[in-house]
C-alpha cells in the first residue's frame, strides 16, 4: 500500500505522457484532437476552482479558447498568472459542468512547445 502510494504523490513523469498528469488522464487520452495550434499567443491562468493552469487564447475580440495544462508541461519559470507566452499544441474535447459564456470554449491542451513572449 505504502509504495503505491509514494507513486500516487510524485505526479506523473513526462514519459508517461501528457495525459498522465491529469486525475482523469484516460479520458484527455482518448478525447479526441479538436484543433492543433502553431505559435499562438496566450496568457497563462489558474483556474480558481480547481488549481489547474489553463493558457487562455483570445480567438476574435470577444471570444477566446482556455486550454488546461499539464502542470509538469508548463515550466515552472512560466508558472505564474498572467504570464503571456507563446505556444504550439493539441486541443482535445473537455467536457466541463461550468457555464461559459458564447465564444468561450474549454479545452485540454496537449503542449508541444512553449515559452514566454
Do not use: H
Not at 502510494?5 to 495525459?19: I, M
Not at 480558481?48 to 477566446?64: C, L, P, V
Amino acid at each position: 500500500m505504502l509504495p503505491a502510494l509514494v507513486l500516487l504523490l510524485a505526479g506523473c513523469a513526462k514519459e508517461d505522457g501528457p495525459a498522465s498528469c491529469w486525475p482523469n488522464a484516460k479520458e484527455v487520452r482518448q478525447a479526441p484532437v479538436v484543433k492543433q495550434v502553431v505559435d499562438t499567443e496566450g496568457i497563462v491562468w489558474v483556474d480558481n476552482r480547481t488549481g489547474e493552469y489553463f493558457i487562455s487564447s483570445a480567438t476574435s475580440m470577444d471570444s477566446a479558447d482556455s486550454g488546461y495544462v499539464c502542470e509538469n508541461e508548463l515550466p515552472e519559470s512560466l508558472r505564474s498568472e498572467g504570464q503571456r507566452v507563446v505556444f504550439s499544441g493539441a486541443y482535445k474535447a473537455k467536457e466541463t459542468a461550468q457555464v461559459r459564456p458564447v465564444g468561450y470554449k474549454d479545452y485540454y491542451l496537449e503542449l508541444g512547445a512553449i515559452s514566454a513572449r
